[in-house]
């Protein structure tokens, strides 16, 4: 079972949790002139990364708030985790 380490409750375990999938995809705007193709990709296609990955997590038995987490896929193994709008440091950097 993973430990998650909520930005406001601090560490849980992951029953607690609710993956929300890739932070990355943003909105493609402006949204009444998107083609169907982007807003297919948009909203189905995912990179399915195989190692150090970005997504975004609800406390839904907690703080019930969104925050990030920095994943490995392979090890399971959380580098950071931090608000939605403030990724650590020390994971974009890197
Ligand atoms: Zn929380």
Same mark, same amino acid.
Request: charge should be neutral; proline fraction near 10%; include cysteine.
């Given at each position: 079972?993973?430990?998650?380490? &909520?930005? #406001? &409750?601090?560490?849980?375990?992951?029953?607690?949790?609710? &993956?929300?999938?890739?932070?990355?995809?943003? *909105?493609?705007?402006?949204?009444? *002139?998107?083609?169907?193709?982007?807003?297919?990709?948009?909203?189905?296609?995912?990179?399915?990364?195989?190692? =150090?990955?970005?997504?975004? #997590?609800?406390?839904?038995?907690? &703080?019930?708030? #969104?925050?990030?987490?920095?994943?490995?896929?392979?090890?399971?193994?959380?580098?950071?985790?931090? =608000?939605?709008?403030?990724?650590?440091?020390?994971?974009?950097?890197?």
């Amino acid at each position: 079972m993973l430990r998650i380490d &909520c930005p #406001w &409750c601090g560490p849980r375990d992951e029953t607690e949790f609710r &993956c929300g999938g890739e932070l990355a995809p943003v *909105r493609p705007e402006p949204f009444d *002139r998107v083609d169907a193709a982007t807003w297919r990709d948009h909203l189905f296609v995912r990179a399915n990364t195989c190692g =150090p990955h970005a997504e975004r #997590w609800l406390h839904v038995y907690g &703080c019930r708030r #969104w925050f990030s987490v920095f994943r490995d896929t392979r090890t399971h193994v959380i580098a950071a985790t931090g =608000p939605l709008d403030l990724p650590p440091a020390s994971v974009v950097s890197s």
